[in-house]
Nanobody, 124 residues
């Protein structure tokens, strides 16, 4: 069974940066479309960004210009570089993968494969 493993979360001050990584051997074959989601305490899980099988990308308005999603084919990872972090970026970040071709989605019900999540806390 394909597994997704996230890493890179932690505690950072406002204005700081973190780089999240989602790893899976299935990214370059069966599950090329990858999304990043986050869930703050007491809130619904929301889509943050996604990357398609042909590396088209999408960003939620709340992170546009600050977050960058990218794919490392050599390592079979999808990364989320997060800059200029704000306290409202705090939450558990999850990656998800699906077998879409040529497009991606930030709708959580579109995905069947999920990682375990990594905590991101932005606080002074």
């Amino acid at each position: 069974q394909v597994q997704l493993v996230e890493s890179g979360g932690g505690l950072v001050q406002p204005g700081g940066s973190l780089r999240l990584t989602c790893a899976s051997p299935g990214f370059t074959s069966d599950y090329p479309s990858v999304g990043w989601f986050r869930q703050a305490p007491g809130k619904e899980r929301e889509g943050v960004s996604c990357i398609s099988s042909v590396d088209n990308t999408f960003y939620a308005d709340s992170v546009k210009g600050r977050f960058t999603i990218s794919r490392d084919y050599a390592k079979n990872t999808v990364n989320l570089q997060m800059n200029s972090l704000k306290p409202e970026d705090t939450g558990v970040y999850y990656c998800a993968a699906e077998a879409f071709t040529n497009y991606c989605s930030v709708v959580k019900t579109s995905y069947n494969l999920w990682g375990q999540g990594t905590q991101v806390t932005v606080s002074s």
